[in-house]
């Protein structure tokens, strides 16, 4: 009874998604309020039904019913409780019910906080998100149903994949899907407002809460996914380029150039077209992500789903959703009257310098991604993309991103003064000298390039600094005057500079792991030493455990420095019988922010075992940046504050001139 | 609470999130308007400018900008009207009211399963479902003494499942723990010495002999063990020994014992004579017919003898595949010998004598034994 009234659920949910796909739409049409405010009441109700399909889904997999075949093909009566609930989404069907959980939970939000909208807009915006979950039900129900049944039930179920079988599970992709598709509400304002054919200042206002906590969530789960894989794969990489993670890239760096051109429109009513072709364009390539990972097209851990029958359906929904909202945009963006008008130099001008280097290089990881697939599509040749192309198309695109960082926040709105901001970055300018003059003295080996890239980063965070130091006239001011005033500033200031912060911190991370990693590969006896990076890491023995669902191969390091023992690390080899797979969970040691890293390879007849150990300086900084971003963004969206960006006026030159 | 009873509940809540707003009265007045936020943001201007964070200037040309939108955002919403349509209502409720049911009913129906019951794991594990198969019956039962391998009435319960189903090795194990952890018995003892035989290609081994004379002294009348000791006299080449045992066993057992026709068949082998049911057993019941005895014995004739050449053939592929096992040779040449088979028994000879060749002491046995048994040469 519990899948039958999950699976019924959810073919309720899609009779609502209809109905609020063309009501409240007719109604805004027609001016009509009560049709309109149906939106409101479907978009809740849908959320009820999704959840409870949801929450039944969940329901069927903690108690291991193998009559459902989802059940069956993920679960294992003997996994412990939570690998039940998280193998929910750790398999295809269950992440697309996921997803349109959290679409149905963005929607249910609009309608619950959105009173503050204009009754049209609100009704626009939830009819185009009701296109989206009609699309999304349909999908889910036709091709990739997870409440199909068996017959004749097994007794035993496939378990989940083991590399999946992890804490990650539970937070990585609820995280992405929360970014993902928290874009959806950014992409159907953007087609309410083409559709009503206006769009000003207010509606940057209106968006801004969901695209920063899209933003945020998706920040933080690219950050998680990016931690899962370090430790989890064994291989102590923490970004592979690799086409799933590029999927995951596109959005968030389309969305962060959103997140800054909203902010131009909602304080000087410019950029309003651009902000309007980004919203959509963001999550096109949410959808793209999805899908990318979701088909199969890709072959790598995530694809677990691999259909083609599949492929038509996600190909058709691209289409329609991608191609339909940029055919729009191409015919009603003329009718959206321009804004504001700014100087080159100024704060808009940063912020469109900002937007065409992020979206840049979300380009070119477009390419790096779709390009070998095209070409193999066409000519049938296998082509691999990898780590070069992007570090070498990366680097030139962030690097006039990052020095030009710290400017923006410091120039005026409408005609700013850079030589005013760079007198202002001085000090930033030197402590970066400083520190790069100091690295190159003191560090042996690695790039010359490693030390410029720290000063870089340097600059970014004590210029984020520079910004709050200046708007509370810190050394200007008596000391408790500026503290007042750091008071009396806007929250969404601080997220700024929290966020900024963050960018510089995760770029010291990621060149001092890339430039200064020490790698041993060994095989080790019980007894042996290793030495690396000035620990001495000793095998004491291996051991034999015996897991829930799992056999795990124990090895017991202790860790030593200058002959002092500083801890034990217990790395291993599990190997699960059900699916005949083993992972290798690594043992991690923090020493500050820098971490050791062991993991275990193949066990020679001899009774060696082979071990990977990794000393990995300032690890820990490449995710305290994203962490310090989602701050940040937390700030920001508990401001509540209005944002108006005070233009500056032009000089009063008549006053100068001399009286006739 | 029936399934359809829940379906229809779920699908009168769908109806009445549509119905709802349909029937209420929408005040326009409350909506959010684009102005509020422009006068807001005027408000923020005064706020930034009394806390300094803006000069006045820039205050005065920010005011300035606002204002302008506010005037426009202000003539939009004047020019905006209301119209309420209620041909458009009544035709958006019928089709909540019918086309919501039909469409998820329809959808549902063709997707759906309804009749099918829920199976969860708790219930299953109280009542299979029939269809399994007892392999996988036993796996479950496996995991779970597995996970709990102390619990004693587990193993004695699976234990001679595994024996019936020829996992000999998996059932002694099963037997021994059954007998650690659940206590000693006649029977479990009984049971473990057929595993192991069963194990030994049915020979009675020392080790299983041993189990089956633990088994008498602690219950005289246990019939498996009783029998299995006959068999080991049998093989040891005393079957007047096992004839009496089990004459012995037939006149002291009831009539309707299940034992009875292997026992009978057993004596049948030896040629021994089957002794009539002690009198007040045969006062019970009928005397069975010589034709059923007949057919009783012909069938197991026919059904031992298929089981002895399953036997051999099982010991002679091991052999070819480890062909270092001496006694694994003697047996399957004696096993040929009995089946009347000489030119296989020879054959088994020369394969043992290749096989070992590598092997002083073993040939040197081998060839002690198969002098024994008339094959030499």
């Known amino acids: 009874m519990i899948a039958e009234a999950g699976h019924y659920a959810l073919v309720l949910a899609l009779a609502l998604a209809l109905i609020q796909s063309t009501v409240p739409m007719i109604g805004a049409r027609l001016r009509d309020p009560v049709l309109m405010n149906v939106a409101r009441s479907t978009a809740l109700a849908q959320l009820l039904f999704v959840g409870l399909s949801f929450g039944a889904l969940v329901l069927l997999h903690v108690i291991s019913d193998f009559s459902v075949a989802n059940v069956y093909e993920n679960s294992h009566s003997l996994k412990p409780l939570i690998y039940k609930i998280t193998g929910v989404w750790g398999n295809h069907e269950g992440s697309m019910l996921l997803w349109v959980s959290i679409l149905a939970l963005f929607g249910g939000l609009v309608a619950l906080f959105g009173n503050n909208l204009p009754l049209s807009l609100r009704a626009n915006a939830l009819g185009v998100q009701g296109w989206v979950s009609t699309a999304f039900y349909l999908f889910i129900l036709l091709t990739s149903n997870p409440f199909l049944r068996l017959v004749n039930p097994p007794l035993e179920g496939r378990d989940l994949n083991p590399v999946l079988q992890d804490p990650g599970l539970a937070i990585h992709p609820p995280m992405l899907y929360l970014g993902y598709v928290g874009f959806s509400i950014s992409f159907s304002f953007a087609i309410a407002a083409l559709i009503e054919g206006r769009i000003d200042a207010a509606w940057a206002r209106w968006v801004r809460p969901w695209t920063l906590m899209a933003w945020m969530f998706l920040t933080l789960g690219i950050a998680m996914g990016s931690y899962w894989a370090y430790y989890e794969l064994g291989w102590g990489g923490w970004w592979f380029w690799d086409p799933v993670e590029n999927a995951s890239l596109m959005p968030w760096l389309a969305g962060t150039a959103l997140l800054h051109s909203a902010v131009v429109m909602e304080k000087r009513n410019a950029l309003k077209v651009w902000t309007v072709l980004l919203a959509i364009l963001t999550f096109s390539l949410s959808l793209l992500g999805t899908f990318l990972v979701r088909s199969g097209v890709l072959t790598s851990v995530h694809a677990f789903a691999t259909d083609p029958t599949r492929g038509v359906f996600i190909l058709l929904i691209l289409c329609v959703f991608i191609g339909g909202s940029l055919s729009l945009y191409a015919w009603r963006a003329s009718s959206l009257k321009q804004g504001g008008l700014f100087a080159p130099i100024s704060r808009e001008g940063a912020l469109v310098l900002n937007n065409l280097l992020l979206t840049t290089a979300c380009a070119t990881v477009f390419i790096g991604t779709l390009y070998p697939l095209g070409l193999e599509v066409l000519t049938g040749e296998r082509i691999s993309v990898g780590a070069p192309f992007f570090n070498l198309t990366f680097a030139p695109l962030f690097v006039p991103l990052l020095l030009a960082l710290p400017f923006g926040p410091l120039l005026a709105w409408k005609r700013g003064d850079i030589a005013g901001a760079a007198q202002r970055l001085y000090a930033a300018g030197i402590v970066a000298l400083v520190s790069i003059a100091v690295l190159w003295a003191w560090v042996r080996g690695g790039s010359a390039f490693a030390p410029l890239a720290i000063g870089l980063a340097v600059f970014v965070i004590i210029g984020a600094l520079t910004d709050i130091a200046e708007r509370s006239m810190l050394f200007r001011m008596p000391l408790s005057i500026a503290l007042r005033r750091a008071r009396g500033l806007p929250r969404a200031s601080w997220g700024t500079m929290f966020a900024h912060v963050g960018v510089g911190v995760a770029l010291i991370g990621i060149v001092c792991e890339t430039t200064w990693n020490t790698e041993l590969i060994s095989t080790l006896k019980p007894g042996d030493v290793a030495k690396v990076a000035g620990y001495e890491l000793k095998l004491d023995d291996i051991s034999q455990r015996q897991g829930p669902n799992f056999g795990e191969m124990l090895a017991h390091f202790t860790v030593s420095e200058g002959g002092k023992m500083i801890g034990v690390m217990t790395p291993s080899k599990r190997s699960f019988s059900t699916r005949a797979m083993s992972t290798t969970e690594a043992a991690l040691m923090s020493r500050g922010v820098s971490q050791l890293y062991i993991s275990l390879g193949d066990t020679a007849a001899s009774g060696a075992i082979a071990v990977r150990i990794y000393h990995k300086p300032m690890v820990l900084l490449i995710w305290f940046g994203p962490l310090l971003m989602a701050f940040g963004g937390l700030l920001s969206l508990s401001d509540r504050r209005l944002r108006v960006g005070a233009p500056k006026p032009a000089k009063a030159s008549r006053s100068l001139q001399p009286a006739e | ?377």
């Open chain 2, 1 to 377: 609470m029936s399934l359809w009873f829940l379906l229809a509940l779920m699908t009168v809540g769908a109806i009445f999130a549509v119905l709802w707003p349909l029937s209420r009265r929408t005040d326009v007045k409350r909506e959010g308007r684009e102005s509020a936020v422009y006068q807001d943001q005027l408000a923020e201007i005064d706020r930034d400018i009394a806390n300094g964070l803006i000069g006045e200037t820039e205050g005065a040309a920010a005011r300035v900008e606002i204002s302008r939108r506010l005037l426009a955002a202000a003539d939009a919403e004047e020019g905006s009207t209301v119209s309420s349509r209620l041909r458009l209502r009544r035709a958006v409720a019928m089709v909540a009211l019918i086309g919501v049911p039909v469409l998820a009913g329809a959808l549902y129906l063709h997707l759906g399963s309804p009749a099918l019951p829920d199976f969860p794991l708790t219930s299953r594990a109280r009542a299979p479902v029939p269809g399994q198969s007892l392999d996988q019956l036993v796996a479950q039962v496996q995991t779970h003494l597995e996970k709990n391998p102390t619990d004693g009435r587990g193993w004695s319960v699976l234990a001679p499942v595994l024996g019936r189903l020829g996992r000999f090795d998996d059932a002694a194990q099963a037997f021994r723990n059954a007998i650690r952890y659940d206590g000693d018995n006649a029977a479990r003892r009984a049971g473990l010495g057929e595993a192991l035989a069963g194990a030994a290609n049915g020979v009675v081994t020392a080790e299983a002999k041993a189990e089956f004379e633990r088994a008498v002294a602690l219950d005289a009348d246990e019939p498996k063990a009783r029998y299995f000791l006959g068999v080991a006299a049998e093989q040891d080449g005393r079957p007047k020994e096992a004839a009496a045992l089990w004459q012995d066993m037939l006149s002291k057992a009831p009539p309707d014992a299940p034992w009875r026709p292997v026992l009978e068949a057993a004596l049948a082998r030896v040629g021994a004579a089957v002794p009539a049911p002690s009198d007040s057993a045969s006062a019970k019941i009928p005397a069975l017919s010589n034709d059923t005895i007949a057919s009783v014995q012909g069938m197991s004739e026919g059904d031992r003898g298929a089981m002895i050449r399953g036997m051999v053939d099982r010991l002679a592929a091991r052999l070819k595949q480890n062909g270092d096992d001496v006694e694994g040779w003697l047996r399957l040449a004696r096993a040929y010998m009995v089946l009347k088979e000489p030119d296989n028994a020879r054959a088994a000879r020369d394969d043992a004598r290749r096989a070992l060749a590598a092997n002083e002491d073993g040939l040197r046995k081998l060839n002690e034994g198969l002098k024994a048994l008339g094959i030499d040469g």
